[in-house]
């Protein structure tokens, strides 16, 4: 079984630009999950997903990311623009049903 | 609110010594708790988990028992190796239907030969 496929793996951008995270789930996982993981701390959900609808988005930063999940399976986080402190790994992880989440490697990004 | 705490790191230790890693949980009801493992250029794996009070949840060597009473779901082997190296995050499930997983901060173990 194929895991949760993320890309790129490494991203590096200037402060001000724009960039997209692409996140593949595994099949037949109808929840997706993007966590921000700044070095030296443990992941934080930034939105979650059921199927193509919104379950959390609490902790989402809507001034400049965006998240979508158009047909209930892969899906696309942004960042525009990116500032310094944004610099983290971007974490994408899926579900069914039960209580475990399978993550990706993730993208890590830089911001300069 | 929810939260976890675990011991800073790093860890380092020999190569077949004993590994405690100390994970202490605030939450209202009854999570569930995992410890995850991140290899270094990898994502989390699940490492291990326990969905209820005196559970005790296994794998690969690793053992961690849900205490109710202190709060703690800490994390033991009986003689790490080397490629034991990585960092591990204690974390709960609470919300229900959510599933929205609540880390601690990681903790960074170096086995050395």
């Known amino acids: 079984e194929a895991g949760v496929a993320q890309s790129p793996r490494y991203k590096i951008i200037e402060k001000r630009q724009s960039v997209a995270f692409w996140c593949n789930p595994i099949?037949?996982?109808?929840?997706l999950y993007w966590y921000q993981q700044i070095l030296g701390q443990g992941p934080k959900l930034l939105i979650q997903f059921q199927n193509n609808g919104v379950v959390d988005d609490s902790q989402l930063p809507k001034d400049r990311f965006s998240a979508e999940r158009l047909k209930g399976v892969d899906s696309t986080l942004k960042i525009q623009p990116a500032k310094l402190e944004d610099s983290a790994v971007y974490l994408c992880?899926?579900?069914?049903?039960?209580?475990?989440?399978?993550f990706g490697a993730g993208t890590r990004l830089s911001v300069l | 609110g929810n939260s976890v705490t675990q011991m800073e790191g790093p860890v380092t230790l020999s190569e077949e010594a004993f590994l405690t890693i100390n994970c202490t949980y605030t939450?209202?009801?009854?999570?569930?708790l995992f410890w995850y493992v991140q290899y270094p250029g990898e994502g989390l794996q699940l490492l291990l988990k326990a969905t209820k009070a005196d559970d005790k949840g296994s794998n690969k060597g690793f053992e961690a028992t849900y205490r109710k009473e202190t709060t703690s779901f800490h994390l033991e082997k009986g003689s790490v190796q080397v490629s034991d190296s990585a960092v591990y995050f204690c974390?709960?499930?609470?919300?229900?239907?959510?599933?929205?997983?609540?880390f601690g901060t990681g903790t960074l173990l170096a086995v050395q030969p």
């Open positions: 974390a709960l499930v609470y919300g229900g239907a959510t599933n929205k997983l609540i």
């Open positions: 099949s037949g996982h109808a929840t």
């Open positions: 992880a899926s579900n069914d049903r039960v209580d475990i989440q399978y």
């Open positions: 939450a209202t009801g009854y999570p569930s």
